[in-house]
């Protein structure tokens, strides 16, 4: 593994792997009484939000507690961010203050980048997603819920070689299609991009994957259909006429869902938009994974911490500790 987790291109097939494994012991913990491990206890972890997010900085402090770090949250809004200081001088101030890792959102491409390669601050730096650039441990727990539902529960030390996924919608702007088109690569799967021309990216045509424009003819042959947000907040003209006309050529409803091959799947980042980009009956069905996204989510971000942060160790001990008389009544 490298110091700092910036972007899903950045992983071997190994690292990746070793993830998903960790990722796996990690998800234990959710089974126990108390979901806590004393790994990261004494290292302190600041969660540095540039740009608004809830699910993401609630997902990542989960993790950080359920390692036992001490958590910093950081939002620029209110902070001296908004008097002016710059990305530098805040992260000296952290620097002086002693993390141990820092967690990065920002609006701008490339600022994670600049964080851990500048020598302001001698952490190691994870990207919670930059600009329409990337955002790594987003398409970690996808990869995972994808080998856990495709795979299975067993898949220890295995990849995705040979899955077909198809990821559909607002690509331009997505630093999730990005960031899963690389990782899935990386993990031997076959990755389609279905998206409006307006909404595909110029340059493209280089990625690892091949690009569609019609959601109908993929349908068949997908063992996963991954459908994006349509980000309007960096729209700056009209990438499609109405809101139906996308909906009617791009979401994913009940009649298109009875396309997919039985065993498939449908995921989404969140938030959804129902009625535009999934109807109701596809995201409350047994073959939607959103909500186990979420769950994954946490144990892949224990995952990355716990291994940025050099575990050498088991970061799961299998044998159970005998109950004393104190944990029995807590």
């Given at each position: 593994m490298k110091r700092h987790l910036i972007s899903a291109a950045d992983l071997t097939r190994d690292d990746a792997v070793l993830i998903l494994d960790t990722a796996e012991e990690?998800?234990?913990?959710?089974?126990?009484?108390?979901?806590?491990?004393?790994?990261?206890?004494?290292?302190?972890?600041?969660?540095?939000?540039?740009?608004?997010?809830?699910?993401?900085r609630i997902s990542f402090e989960a993790a950080e507690k359920r390692l036992s770090a001490d958590v910093i949250n950081f939002a620029a809004k209110g902070s001296s961010v908004s008097k002016g200081e710059s990305l530098k001088d805040t992260a000296q101030t952290l620097e002086a203050m002693g993390v141990d890792a820092v967690v990065i959102r920002?609006?701008?491409?490339?600022?994670?980048?600049?964080?851990?390669?500048?020598?302001?601050?001698?952490?190691?730096?994870?990207?919670?997603?930059?600009?329409?650039?990337?955002?790594?441990?987003?398409?970690?727990?996808?990869?995972?819920?994808?080998?856990?539902r495709l795979v299975g529960?067993?898949?220890?030390?295995?990849?995705?070689?040979?899955?077909?996924?198809?990821?559909?919608?607002?690509?331009?702007?997505?630093?999730?299609?990005?960031s899963n088109v690389d990782l899935l690569h990386t993990l031997g799967a076959e990755v389609t991009?279905?998206?409006?021309?307006?909404?595909?990216?110029?340059?493209?045509?280089?990625?690892?994957?091949?690009?569609?424009?019609?959601?109908?003819e993929v349908l068949a042959k997908s063992d996963a259909v991954m459908m994006l947000r349509v980000q309007r907040e960096r729209m700056n003209a009209a990438f499609f006429p109405t809101e139906r006309e996308y909906s009617r050529r791009y979401g994913l409803d009940g009649q298109?869902?009875?396309?997919?091959?039985?065993?498939?799947?449908?995921?989404?980042?969140?938030?959804?938009?129902?009625?535009?980009?999934?109807?109701?009956?596809?995201?409350?069905?047994?073959?939607?994974?959103?909500?186990?996204?979420?769950?994954?989510?946490?144990?892949?971000?224990?995952?990355?911490?716990?291994?940025?942060?050099?575990?050498s160790e088991p970061a799961v001990t299998t044998t159970s500790t005998p109950r004393t008389e104190e944990t029995k009544q807590s």
């Open positions: 990690m998800a234990r913990i959710a089974d126990r009484p108390i979901k806590k491990l004393p790994t990261l206890r004494g290292r302190t972890i600041c969660n540095l939000f540039f740009e608004d997010s809830t699910r993401t920002h609006g701008a491409s490339g600022a994670p980048y600049r964080l851990a390669t500048s020598g302001w601050i001698d952490a190691p730096v994870i990207n919670a997603g930059d600009g329409t650039h990337q955002h790594p441990t987003q398409a970690l727990l996808d990869a995972f819920t994808m080998r856990r529960k067993d898949a220890l030390g295995q990849d995705l070689a040979g899955k077909r996924i198809t990821i559909v919608g607002d690509v331009l702007h997505s630093r999730v299609a990005r991009l279905v998206a409006p021309p307006t909404l595909v990216p110029v340059g493209v045509e280089t990625w690892p994957c091949e690009i569609s424009y019609g959601l109908d298109r869902m009875a396309r997919m091959p039985e065993h498939a799947i449908v995921m989404h980042p969140g938030p959804m938009v129902r009625g535009m980009e999934i109807t109701a009956e596809v995201a409350d069905s047994d073959r939607c994974t959103v909500i186990e996204q979420v769950a994954n989510g946490v144990s892949i971000r224990m995952a990355v911490l716990y291994l940025l942060l050099g575990g």
